[in-house]
């Protein structure tokens, strides 16, 4: 029988002391990596959930009906601007009542945009040529009673609402348009039917600026003793801010803007023509 000659270490059949092998070196990973598959490749798992987390955070899209919208009980509540204003009101009653009224609806008109700008207002340009029409018709029926039944007596209320000793005629009136007609129902709207009616209850809202009318023309409408003619006019006030606010919520603000418009226009400035 011919004899195998066996390399020096390898293991031969008549061999009794043989060597046992030397383990198989591990191979190295990178080369490990490189006769692997892409798919099969082992990765670890902090990358694997950033990965996924990449992947879903592209994938995602954020659509406005998810996004919760702001409700006006996040905002500011026009409620402790409203008391700022009443208390100047009534602390500043001493002064001429042109730089009274000034000052006054000039703040109420600055907390007003301001509500617009921050969002607490709605946006007047959501409202349609049809509720205009409805503002406009609302501004003739909460005035057209009224004028009617008092007449010549609405002209003396203007002049003791907004009339100075010592001043043309003609200059007071046009004091008086401007105001009853631009500067009024931009202050008021934007305050009352703008940022307080929407965070507060109707009823609320028509209160507050009823009271705010009594509080800014009975000082220099000297009722003292006419005690008669003051609750008149302060139901007067009542009605007709109910109609604003009921036009705000049925309508609109801009609606209500313009009804307060045609409505004090008739009833504040139309009998001084007459």
């Known amino acids: 029988m011919t004899d195998l000659n066996f390399p020096p270490g390898t293991p031969g059949e008549d061999d009794e002391d043989v060597q046992p092998t030397k383990p198989m070196q591990p191979v ?16 670890e798992p902090i990358q694997a959930i950033l990965e996924q987390a990449r992947k879903l955070a592209q994938d995602q899209e954020v659509r406005p009906e998810h996004i919760e ?3 006006g009980r996040r905002e500011v509540d026009p409620l402790f601007a409203y008391l700022l204003i009443i208390s100047l009101a009534i602390g500043l009653s001493p002064l001429t009542p042109s730089i009274r009224y000034v000052f006054l609806w000039a703040l109420m008109g600055i907390l007003g945009l301001m509500g617009y700008v921050l969002g607490t207002v709605k946006n007047p340009r959501e ?21 009617a039944a008092f007449g010549s007596s609405l002209n003396t209320v203007s002049v003791r609402m907004f009339d100075v000793e010592n001043t043309p005629t003609v200059i007071m009136d046009t004091w ?3 105001a009853v ?20 209850s109707f009823g609320f809202t028509v209160l507050l600026s009823t009271l705010w009318s009594a509080v800014l023309f009975f000082p220099h409408m000297e009722l003292g003793g006419r005690e008669v003619i003051a ?3 302060l139901i007067v006030f009542g009605l007709l801010n109910f109609m604003y606010s009921y036009v705000r919520a049925r309508n609109g603000l801009a609606a209500a803007w313009l009804s307060q418009v045609v409505s004090y226009g008739l009833l504040w400035f139309l009998p001084r023509l007459l």
């Open 28 to 43: 190295p990973r990178h080369l490990y990596r490189e006769q692997k598959p892409e798919a099969l490749r082992q990765r």
């Open 69 to 71: 919208p702001r409700t």
């Open 127 to 147: 409202t349609h040529i049809v509720d205009l029409i409805w503002g406009l018709a609302f501004g003739f029926l909460s005035s057209g009673p009224f004028l």
């Open 176 to 178: 008086a348009f401007m």
């Open 181 to 200: 007609v631009f500067v009024i129902p931009a202050c008021e709207s934007l305050f009352f039917r703008g940022a307080l009616q929407e965070v507060r």
């Open 231 to 233: 609750l008149i006019l």
